[in-house]
DNA sequence: CCTACCGATCGGTAGG
DNA sequence: CCTACCGATCGGTAGG
């Protein structure tokens, strides 16, 4: 008992610790060496925790499954509340620089179709898509989206918008305010401007 | 004479060759050795062109600001016209993969300060937001662009944009269609919605 | 979990 | 431009 909740404990270091190397030097660049440094075992102890490299890249992916599934409770249907729980979330994110640079990192290194992540991508942008998409044609029965806003369009916008500010924001923080640009961006789609 | 042009040409072929494997595998990961491969050179052979991995790094960097350079003078002023010739180039990118890969991957890992091409990543998008956020600007002072849309902003959200479509459609070149987004994004911005 | 090791690969240098 | 080499580092395995 003592020493599984040790172990489970062990694990969860090493992914936090992975996850952090990954945003710094993405995922293979990062060795394992170094990952293991940070967690003050060998490489090899680490092995015996995850047998492969590729195995840790999918136990980090999987909690952030995890962490991003309870958040998704929050917002429910698709809606309004949703583009505003996705502001939200890029305002928590520029207190958090180190996950913006691990999904920003991982998600240009896996653009390779032979990359180890690139269908845990494929599939995380079809996801958000479809949920914007789901929540701008919400607006839009409702009436609050101005006419000519075409909700398919305006999903991948805003999807790539949070994706581009990342990248500009990690570049330059001084310069680009990642929440205030996505406010105004939504404000323009709005009918009331609001 | 006849060695300096065959050097020349040996230089350029190594430049290409580099920025195939930047875009294929990130600048990092690429190695000199694989480079050399492509152009069938050793590579102690690419070092003799090149004196360091950063060097070669420096000369792709520097061959694409002068092809930029070549390009911009297509474009002239501030205007209209610029946010149309870059459309356009979005169009353009949709058929070379190669360069869009290799600008995708060298920003997100050069957004580390550490990066060699960090401080040309930090100018390529300051000197970006610059050129649109004066053509929005014009635009807005000949009446073209609809009540309330921020030039400052908006410059921000369409480099944004172009960069984050470039990684969704290099994830899944099936589901997005980045000229179509653009030009759908713009027609938002004017007043008359053309 | 560790030590000790493997074969492979890296950027760069020496010397021609 | 090449061959030959350097020290460093990589992911993974053997054996405990």
Known sequence: MVGYAKGRVRRE?????????????????????????RVGISHSGLLYHFPTKEALLTAVLERRDAVDAARERLHGPPGAAVLRSMVSLAAHNTDHPAIVELYS???????????????????????ARDLVRASFTAMAEAGELRDGVDPDRAATVFIALMDGLQVQWLTSPDEVDMTATLRTHLATLLRDGS
Chains 1, 2 share one sequence.
């Open 13 to 37: 270091d090493i992914i936090a610790a992975a996850a952090a190397a990954y945003g710094e030097s993405g995922y293979r660049q990062a060795s394992l060496r170094d990952i293991a440094r």
């Open 105 to 127: 990192r991982l998600a240009a290194e896996a653009v390779s179709p032979d990359h180890p992540a690139h269908g845990y991508f494929a599939r995380h942008y079809r996801r």
